[in-house]
């Protein structure tokens, strides 16, 4: 039984996988052709597109009840994306961030972590006798992501960036059926994936948090490692940072608010550790691309541009990972 578990959870990442990347190929190909810039696509294709997974695992995780597996998945997701993804991006190479990024995304960023974490914890703000995001919690989420939907429409009113990003477009049909069979195989994966990792946490005695924080949103952030690699192999630093940005919003604002709307999810105050942790990850993004270097404030070596995650930012990033990861299996 394990072993089919496992077996199952494996190739519903990998389904999920494939089907964010027909999704944002598809998806990516028709805005090009209708002339989005970088960062746009960044912000809204391709981070919508690589958040699909955890759409798909948190809405099938909120009809099974399955509250530790949604909330981790996208808090684990977002812890990912920054400390894992562009940590291993700017090890690659240093990646230059955009003033806009720095100072009105990376914000927006750590305001939805900020207020997922006083939505959450109805028994510390209110007093009540349990703390879930309920469906008015999920409905605040969804109006603020609104308002992020809002500023992107202006921010591609004000973006005049035309530059090549390696994005083919296709004809019009061929890139609508990349996106239909992505969102088919988008489906089947993630009911393999929750199904998998029920099984999983069930026979091993282990807490659905644990599995939600790690296996489950590592493998729904692959997309964007891929997809932030990618972009940092060929320069594109808009795309790198713009998709990891990008997606935490989404994480919090879109899919926990589709997610609640549909089922409330108790919330456990052990996970106050882990959302401390994701805002904790979004400071250190902050810092990293908004003091130039962090070595440079660690260890006062020569001020250097601005506005760019070095490859130091990148390793410290990783080890932070790494101590996380190492916490999580101390807690069980």
Do not use: C
């Not at 190739?11 to 805005?31: E, F, H, Q, R, T």
């Not at 091993?204 to 296996?215: C, D, E, H, P, W």
């Not at 250190?284 to 070095?310: N, P, S």
């Amino acid at each position: 039984m394990i072993i089919l578990s496992v077996g199952s959870l494996a190739l519903g990442l990998l389904l999920l996988i494939k089907g964010a990347d027909w999704l944002v190929n598809g998806a990516s190909s028709i805005a090009k052709r209708i002339g989005i810039s970088d960062l746009t696509i960044g912000l809204t294709v391709v981070a919508f597109g690589t958040s699909m997974p955890e759409l798909v695992v948190n809405i099938l995780s909120s009809l099974r009840g399955a509250n530790d597996i949604a909330i981790g998945n996208i808090v684990g997701s977002n812890i990912a994306n920054i400390l894992l993804i562009l940590g291993i991006s700017a090890t690659i190479t240093k990646i230059a961030v955009k003033k806009s990024t720095v100072w009105k995304e990376i914000p927006l960023a750590l305001l939805a972590s900020v207020v997922l974490l006083l939505m959450a914890n109805d028994m510390l703000v209110d007093g009540y006798a349990i703390s879930e995001i309920g469906r008015s919690d999920g409905l605040a989420f969804l109006a603020f992501f609104l308002i992020f939907l809002w500023y992107i429409a202006g921010m591609r009113r004000e973006d005049t960036d035309d530059e090549a990003d390696g994005i083919r477009p296709r004809a019009v049909l061929p890139s609508i059926g990349f996106i239909l069979l992505g969102l088919a195989l988008l489906m089947g994966g993630g009911k393999l994936a929750v199904d998998g990792a029920l099984v999983i946490a069930q026979s091993l005695g282990i807490s659905q948090a644990l599995i939600g924080l790690t296996v489950v949103a590592v493998g729904t952030s692959l997309p964007e490692l891929a997809t932030s690699v990618v972009a940092a192999r060929r320069g594109k630093a808009d795309i790198a940072v713009g998709n990891i940005v990008g997606s935490n919003i989404f994480n919090v604002f879109w899919i926990l608010g589709v997610s609640a709307v549909i089922a409330p999810l108790r919330f456990q105050p052990a996970m106050n550790v882990d959302l401390l942790v994701a805002i904790g990850a979004t400071v250190v993004l902050f810092f990293a691309v908004h003091t130039g270097y962090l070595h440079h404030r660690l260890f006062f070596w020569k001020q250097k541009q601005q506005h760019v995650i070095e490859r130091f930012d990148g390793v410290l990033m990783l080890v932070l990972y790494a101590v996380y990861i190492g916490f999580l299996v101390w807690r069980g």
